[in-house]
């Protein structure tokens, strides 16, 4: 059977030939106009990034080349006493658009396993990090330091041909990948369980088996299988949102994928994106301690006026681009659904409870073109039942999961030649004088 390295040999010239043509045949063809909305309005709607792994409907949400998340739980391998999608095998159809075997998607899990060590110096770095550091801020410090052993950057310090740069630029993505549960899990150690020991890689175990060993619980199969899910589902969101965007942008400058990660990370730590899934349980949590255990929808009604009166968004719900219930918080909460103690967990019962009654209250509230909730509004839950109750760490786990996408790009990138991303801005008067111009 086919590497992972040889499945996109063979399929890189085909897609180079492809946009090569539509490049000259149709370069010229228009696809979409600029509204001054746009450009002052955060760019949304615009048509203006290439993307080849995912793309988003605001209506059925996510497909991962023509997949959609249900499509992938039923042909995309499992581990082998486990149903859920191996984030390994979302890694392979993100990058080269292919189903892999149960094979493939143990050999690139062994890949993993075997570079999955941390460098000493990293490992010391981050032992020296204060505990008082936001664990985001240290994910992001980690793997920019990783970039030492970058194979791109050495190779193009050595001199080498655009046409070799995504070999390199492959080389590195698989690295930082393989070596993100170690420095996770060491970040999550060393803040909030200090003294405990940290697990060697075990060579026969996934990506998510290892890191769930690392956090410390291996031995919960249903946390397990749940990071599993979860790290797939989150791995790529087509290329606007902030996190994926910025990689893109910052790997066009040829910086390193280490480089080019680490920036994404901190555009994922901010609260209106990455973050929520930390200010979700957050906010659910001051709910429950404030309303007590048997909450009315009334109760979470008033709660949520409350919220939104004082000015403060309800962190979990919204969209840029979706416009109906989040089919990756669909996805999370039929996990809970299957699990009878998920099921019965009186914080997961509180989010099901927010579901019913938040849409409604934003539909009044008027402002936000989205009332429905986004993954965020679910990720957190499973994680606090089965005792990870450190809400400030669970964005590190969506920082995980977000390299399979934003790294496949930069593999892509790379491959296709794209360009250093340079789009044209405009001063206030200048756009005021394109209005009166007209
Ligand atoms: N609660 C209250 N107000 C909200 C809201 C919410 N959940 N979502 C949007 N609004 C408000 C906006 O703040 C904006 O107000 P303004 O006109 O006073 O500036 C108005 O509604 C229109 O915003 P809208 O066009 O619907 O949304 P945007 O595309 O600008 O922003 C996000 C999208 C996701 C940032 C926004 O909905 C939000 O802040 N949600 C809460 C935070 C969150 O859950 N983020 C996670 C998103 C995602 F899943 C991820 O990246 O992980």
């Known amino acids: 059977t086919k590497s992972l390295r040889e499945t996109l040999e063979d399929i890189i010239p085909a897609k180079q030939e492809q946009l090569k043509k539509l490049k000259t045949e149709h370069g010229q063809t228009v696809v979409g106009d600029i509204k001054i909305e746009n450009i002052?309005?955060?760019?949304?709607?615009?048509?203006?990034?290439?993307?080849?792994?995912?793309?988003?409907?605001?209506?059925?949400?996510?497909?991962?080349?023509?997949?959609?998340?249900?499509?992938?739980?039923?042909?995309?391998?499992?581990?082998?006493?486990?149903?859920?999608?191996?984030?390994?095998?979302m890694l392979w159809l993100l990058l080269t658009g292919q189903v892999p075997t149960p094979e493939q998607t143990c050999q690139l899990s062994r890949e993993l396993a075997e570079k999955g060590d941390l460098p000493k110096f990293v490992e010391k770095l981050i032992d020296e990090l204060p505990q008082s550091l936001h664990p985001m801020t240290q994910l992001g410090i980690g793997v920019a330091a990783l970039n030492h052993d970058s194979a791109f950057q050495s190779a193009y310090e050595g001199g080498i041909k655009k046409t070799e740069y995504w070999t390199h630029t492959l080389e590195d993505c698989i690295n930082l990948?393989?070596?993100?549960?170690?420095?996770?899990?060491?970040?999550?150690?060393?803040?909030?369980?200090?003294?405990?020991d940290l697990p060697a890689i075990n060579k026969d175990l996934d990506l998510v088996g290892n890191y769930s060993n690392m956090l410390g619980y291996g031995n919960n199969k249903n946390l397990t299988e749940y990071l599993r899910l979860y790290i797939a589902l989150h791995g790529d969101h087509e290329g606007g949102n902030a996190s994926a965007h910025t990689a893109h942008l910052v790997g066009s400058t040829l910086s390193d994928p280490y480089l080019s990660y680490s920036a994404a990370l901190f555009a994922l730590a901010g609260p209106l994106h990455g973050l929520a899934n930390q200010e979700v349980l957050r906010w659910q949590l001051a709910m429950q301690k404030e309303l007590g255990d048997k909450i009315s929808h009334d109760d979470i009604r008033d709660y949520l006026w409350k919220t939104l009166k004082s000015g403060q968004v309800v962190p979990g719900y919204g969209h840029g681009v979706l416009r109906n219930p989040d089919p990756r918080f669909i996805a999370l909460q039929e996990f809970c659904q299957a699990h009878p103690d998920l099921k019965e967990s009186s914080i997961v019962q509180l989010v099901n409870k927010t579901f019913e009654v938040a849409p409604d209250v934003l539909k009044e509230h008027g402002k936000t073109k989205n009332?429905?909730?986004?993954?965020?509004?679910?990720?957190?839950?499973?994680?606090?039942?089965?005792?990870?109750?450190?809400?400030?760490?669970?964005?590190?786990?969506?920082?995980?999961?977000?390299?399979?996408?934003?790294?496949?790009?930069?593999?892509?990138?790379?491959?296709?030649?794209?360009?250093?991303e340079r789009p044209k801005s405009f001063s206030i008067d200048a756009l005021q004088k394109m209005v009166q111009d007209q």
């Open 40 to 89: 002052v309005g955060g760019m949304r709607g615009l048509k203006a990034m290439l993307w080849d792994a995912s793309v988003l409907d605001p209506i059925e949400g996510i497909r991962f080349h023509e997949l959609s998340i249900p499509d992938c739980q039923k042909v995309l391998p499992a581990a082998p006493d486990g149903k859920e999608i191996l984030p390994e095998s």
């Open 177 to 196: 990948i393989a070596r993100l549960p170690a420095l996770a899990a060491r970040i999550y150690r060393n803040v909030y369980k200090p003294g405990n």
């Open 371 to 420: 009332p429905y909730p986004n993954v965020d509004a679910t990720s957190g839950c499973v994680l606090y039942h089965y005792g990870l109750t450190e809400f400030k760490y669970y964005t590190v786990i969506f920082g995980v999961s977000r390299a399979l996408g934003a790294l496949t790009q930069l593999v892509w990138a790379r491959a296709l030649g794209l360009p250093i």
